[in-house]
């Protein structure tokens, strides 16, 4: 084993340590929450982890993304978040998508090559395909809804979308899932109303990060059932 594993050998067991260096994780959306994911699925040793964003680092995203550092401003976030997994990990497969996915571009994703998936995406619209894909490829997904204008990282549950409630985006979410027939999603959600209501969603340093890491932490757990 590893060296590097050890502590999480010791917590789960070597075998699970080993099942999880074989798995393939796909997460679209590098943002405040996507990035605490990978960065946890790396320091647990997942194999294989690719990376969906068309987005470059600006400096409004310092106050809460992992990647967004002073000396990162202006680089993709793909390419800075793969630099940071191979310098966790350099035993680590990334495959990156300089890309924004879409419906029109959907194709281009072969979903049966992942053993799970997880949507860190903003739009409604992309975040449906997601769902829809996996569900076809019959691949386990875990959807992130709304993390932005809230300050108690306290309110986050891990529930099915069905069981949801108070957040807006879940509730639209809801709504567009049960129109087009797909039940039983996972997904990440606040009970905490808006704090305020903006354009653009705000946001701090603890709240998409707690978000982040309950997702990273429930792919985990279900790779080593």
């Known amino acids: 084993m590893n060296e590097q594993f050890s502590r999480t050998a010791q917590l789960v067991g070597e075998e699970n340590v080993k099942n999880l260096f074989s798995k393939h994780v796909i997460v679209f959306g590098c943002g405040g929450v996507g990035g605490f994911v990978v960065e946890a699925l790396a320091r647990s040793g997942i194999g294989k982890i690719s990376l969906v964003d068309n987005d470059s680092v600006n400096i409004s995203n310092i106050n809460r993304q992992i990647i967004a550092l002073h000396s990162t401003v202006g680089k993709q976030k793909v390419d800075v978040l793969k630099n940071r997994i191979l310098d966790i990990n350099p035993n680590c497969q990334v495959f990156t998508f300089n890309t924004f996915f879409l419906p029109e571009n959907s194709h281009s994703f072969d979903f049966s090559q992942y053993d799970y998936v997880v949507d860190a995406v903003d739009t409604v619209t992309a975040k449906i395909e997601i769902i829809k894909k996996s569900k076809d490829a019959n691949v ?58 903006t354009q653009t969603p705000a946001s701090i340093a603890f709240v998409p990060s707690v978000a982040g890491l309950l997702i990273a932490s429930e792919v985990i757990k279900d790779l080593m059932k």
């Open 140 to 197: 386990p997904i875990i959807s992130s809804m709304g993390t932005g204008n809230k300050l108690n990282p306290l309110a986050f549950k891990v529930a099915d979308i069905s069981k949801t409630n108070v957040c807006p985006l879940a509730r639209v979410m809801r709504n567009e899932l049960k129109k087009r027939g797909i039940s039983k999603v996972k997904c990440v959600y606040s009970e905490e109303l808006p704090v305020i209501q």
